[in-house]
């Protein structure tokens, strides 16, 4: 698997479709294929559900850096409809499908967490991974 040309792809996707996107995606050059394919699925995940409920404006924000010398933080950050989130679509985002449910098991198998929620007017998927 070829990690930083599937990031591209997800960028392009997230271009096509009006987003424009920042992308500071570090640190994930040595990570084990193990790590390196959950790093792949959250981001798709996240991609997906940005193309699916997102508003076609604004940036989403694709980032990971290390927290310590120990713990890998990828975040994914997107627009949010003006305004409080509605409670409704909250809940329903967060029960609905494989997505979140799958994102937070596959990150559970290393030891990690998943939270995904409104934040500062965006929606954010942020996962921590520990690296050993």
């Given at each position: 698997?070829?990690?930083?040309?599937?990031?591209?792809?997800?960028?392009?996707?997230?271009?096509?479709?009006?987003f424009a996107v920042e992308r500071s995606l570090t640190?994930?050059?040595?990570?084990?294929?193990?790590?390196?394919?959950?790093?792949?699925?959250?981001?798709?995940e996240s991609v997906t559900n940005i193309l699916k409920?997102?508003?076609?404006?604004?940036?989403?924000?694709?980032?990971?850096?290390?927290?310590?010398?120990?713990?890998?933080?990828?975040?994914?950050?997107?627009?949010?409809?003006?305004?409080?989130?509605?409670?409704?679509?909250?809940?329903?985002?967060?029960?609905?499908?494989?997505?979140?449910?799958?994102?937070?098991?596959?990150?559970?198998?290393?030891?990690?967490?998943?939270?995904?929620?409104?934040?500062?007017g965006c929606w954010v998927v942020r996962a921590e991974?520990?690296?050993?």
């Amino acid at each position: 698997m070829d990690l930083p040309a599937r990031l591209d792809e997800f960028e392009a996707r997230l271009h096509a479709a009006g987003f424009a996107v920042e992308r500071s995606l570090t640190e994930l050059e040595e990570l084990p294929r193990s790590l390196e394919l959950t790093v792949l699925r959250v981001v798709q995940e996240s991609v997906t559900n940005i193309l699916k409920h997102a508003p076609r404006r604004g940036t989403v924000r694709l980032t990971s850096q290390l927290e310590g010398a120990d713990r890998l933080v990828l975040c994914i950050a997107s627009p949010m409809d003006e305004g409080e989130p509605r409670r409704d679509r909250v809940v329903v985002a967060m029960a609905s499908g494989f997505g979140l449910a799958g994102m937070r098991e596959r990150v559970a198998v290393f030891g990690g967490t998943l939270t995904a929620g409104p934040l500062g007017g965006c929606w954010v998927v942020r996962a921590e991974l520990p690296l050993r």
